[in-house]
């Protein structure tokens, strides 16, 4: 099957789902129970009074770990433990914000909506300058947050000191603390080391420990693809994406008629593809209503130099890297990762500027049906 348009916009993000990223780890075959990728989850999984290794500190690992080790509660493991080979930082915050929801209570639907969206907005926009700016304060600040929700005498250290600044790396949001609270109460922990090898019985780490494990979840990290493994060519010539630019974040140098949607790494997703479905709109409008068919970004700035399209020193970010198109070092090449400077520049700023290029108009209505 074939499918043609005179407009594509990839709404495929940029990460692979047909599966993550799997290390090669010694003698894994030798392990005798079950070993899972959160990316291909067996509906059928009773992982009830087992012990769990989940191998892993992002996102994925700090969601599943409270959610298996739910104390006595029905279906729980046993034991769960999070087994990384560096930390991450992982902050608290309230599951319902008590300030959204007291907007949604005294102000009308028409109002609280959008005051929701810019407090959001900006809050994570000011802890992430703050971030930046800040670095070594941000650090001290936010270890003390994760201390006073662990056991006394824990080692913060060990396990919740990232050797990297805070946004460096995306920061992991634990929703009422419920990470720190399953390892208050002892149903889960935490291991920093590295894998030795995969045993019978579980997994020996470096160090000489050994975990013993019945599930082990590999939540190892994620593999990126961009527009959805889509191959690329303009005029039958392939697109060569770490040779392109990004333009606004959302379209290719000398690619026409493609947007794409991606969003924040410091900041909601849909913020920015929200803005992004915005300008894609008024773009189209603006080819119907003059009768323009093509719209191309195009560089005419020699000085522009070529950057990483998404500044995470993360491995899953490094690792694909190379196979991404860039951003440019200036406007209107350059990612923001600001919803501020894009709420300018895709929302209240005009579509012309010298980069962006409307070419092949239609052809007369009246002529073509002569």
Known sequence: MSLT??????????????????????????????????????????????????????????????????????????????????????????????????????????????????????????????????????????????????????EVDTHFKPRYDPWDQRLCLVPDGDLFKAIKRGDASVATDHVETFTETGIRLESGTELPADVVVTATGLELLFIGGIEASVDGEPVDLPDKLTYKGMMLEDVPNLAIAIGYTNASWTLKCDLTCQYVTRLLNHMHETGLRQCTPENHDASVTAEPLLGLSSGYVTRSQDRFPKQGSRFPWQVKQSYLADHRALKRSGIHDEAMQFSNPAPDRETASA
């Open 5 to 154: 348009a005179g407009f594509l916009f990839s709404c495929s993000g940029y990460y692979r789902y047909d599966h993550g990223y799997q290390p090669d780890f010694p003698r894994i075959e030798d392990f005798a129970g079950t070993i899972v990728h959160p990316q291909a989850w067996p509906e059928d999984l009773d992982y009830a009074g087992t012990r769990v290794v989940v191998i892993g500190s992002g996102a994925t690992a700090v969601t599943l770990i409270p959610s298996m080790a739910r104390g006595s509660g029905p279906g729980a493991a046993e034991h769960v433990t999070m087994l990384q080979r560096s930390p991450t930082y992982i902050v608290a915050l309230p599951a319902k914000n008590p300030l959204v929801n007291l907007a949604r209570r005294i102000l009308p639907t028409t109002w609280s909506g959008p005051v929701v969206k810019w407090f959001n907005a900006l809050l994570t926009q000011g802890s992430y300058q703050f971030s930046q700016r800040f670095p070594r304060l941000t650090r001290r600040a936010i270890r003390a947050l994760v201390k006073a929700q662990l056991p006394k005498g824990y």
